[in-house]
């Protein structure tokens, strides 16, 4: 997940100026996804052109599909030569993306354990870990203190905190418009999980199906924020006052800091059923090198140069557009932003109940998923039933990609 976006933005975007010299003659192209902090764009651009070795042009691609539009340019003969995404299987067993484990290997003790898990396959990794953007439940601690309740720690508690929240004028809470943004918090919370270690679906589990249960209970309580103007990765639901309580990234922070002053409190997504724990989604973007580009080692150079070499430009990208953690330790416990207040707070629950993606858990798995928070929640199919579809679905995925 990242800053504009969970799971991704975009379209045809503009082009910026070609940066820096040409020393080693090339020009390189790289894609971004339309991040919402103002000066993100800028700062992008400031960096590319702080480059001496190669020209590089930034796209910045603007709406909803980033994932659709990287994929199809990936095919033509305009691809990017470097490009942010998540970390995914496929393009890695697609030869899509570059072994980049000769660059990273020399700091990969200075980059969080788990992102570098996150992007090995077969003991290479692939892409370097940009941000982690832990994700939680902004809340205003006015309004719990008029309703006279405390911070939830389970879904019942949850549900019925929207509850008493939910007046004439502002909704309880607001999970984004079409719930997806909390599908794998909700796994995780139950207990569960999105694949098992040798690659099986691990989802599909009673504590799962009851939570969609209560989920349905809440989409037709009325007291769901449904149809918002922006999704649940734009902070303005909650700024207006529509909701009392929103599913958020770090990344929002400042922007609710600003209109809000001090009245906004984070928790985790509550624990599901008995077994389940609170969790925290840590999203986040990943650089990759175009392996099927016409200039791979130029385009690794950059790579390099910029999300591994360069640290002033790393702690810029992380802090001063919004918040978020830098993946790099050393970075991490300097960042002077992140060390008080609400955002040290989102530190210590990133590092509580922090969960990253699965390499293995591709677009297509994310989408069978999606369709059951769509037959469940928003059209009272029957979960485990669709548990057990979503199941059936990202199984063939699994005999596809590993056999």
């Not at 095919?75 to 393009?91: G, M, R, S």
């Not at 639901?237 to 922007?255: E, K």
Request: aromatic residues 10%; glycine residues 10%; proline residues 4%.
């Amino acid at each position: 997940m990242g800053l504009a976006a969970a799971g991704g933005l975009a379209a045809c975007g503009s082009n910026s100026g070609r940066g820096g010299g040409s020393g080693s003659g090339k020009n390189l192209v790289q894609y971004f996804h339309a991040y919402g902090e103002a000066g993100v764009e800028q700062a992008v651009k400031r960096y590319a052109k702080a480059y001496k070795d190669a020209g590089v042009t930034t796209r910045w691609i603007t709406g909803n599909n980033f994932e659709q539009k990287l994929f199809a340019a990936l095919l033509t003969d305009n691809a990017p030569d470097v490009f942010e995404f998540h970390p995914q299987i496929q393009l890695v067993k697609s030869g899509q993306v570059a072994d980049l484990t000769d660059i990273i290997e020399p700091v990969k003790d200075d980059f969080n354990q788990a992102d570098i898990t996150s992007h090995t396959v077969d003991g290479k990794i692939y892409g370097v870990r940009m941000i982690d953007d832990p994700q939680f439940l902004f809340y205003r601690p006015s309004l719990f203190e008029k309703a006279r309740i405390e911070v939830p720690t389970t879904l019942e508690e949850l549900i019925e905190a929207a509850d008493k929240l939910t007046t004439s004028k502002v909704k309880g809470i607001f999970l984004g418009n079409d719930l997806t943004s909390i599908d794998r918090p909700l796994i995780w919370s139950a207990g569960a999980d999105t694949l098992t270690a040798d690659n099986k679906p691990a989802f599909n589990t009673d504590a799962v199906a009851d939570g969609l249960k209560q989920l349905r209970a809440l989409f037709t309580s009325g007291n769901l924020l449904l149809d918002a103007p922006a999704d649940s990765w734009d902070p303005s639901a909650f700024i207006q006052g529509l909701t009392a309580i929103q599913w958020c990234g770090m990344w929002a922070m400042p922007a609710m800091q600003k209109a809000l002053g001090d009245d906004i409190g984070i928790f985790p997504f509550p624990k599901v059923g008995s077994a389940g724990k609170q969790s925290v989604y840590n999203g986040g973007w990943s650089m990759f090198v175009n392996a099927k580009g016409k200039n791979v080692e130029a385009a690794k150079e950059y790579v390099k140069w910029l999300w591994i070499d360069q640290k002033q430009y790393q702690e810029d990208f992380a802090t001063s557009y919004g918040f978020h953690i830098p993946p790099r330790t050393s970075l991490a416990r300097s960042a002077d932003k992140l060390k008080s207040g609400l955002p040290a707070e989102g530190v210590k629950l990133f590092n509580e109940f922090g969960h990253f993606d699965n390499i293995g858990w591709t677009q297509s798995m994310i989408a069978a998923f999606w369709d059951v928070i769509a037959n469940t929640v928003r059209k009272d199919g029957d979960p485990k039933a669709q548990l057990a579809a979503a199941e059936k679905k990202v199984d063939a995925e699994l005999k596809k990609l590993f056999g």
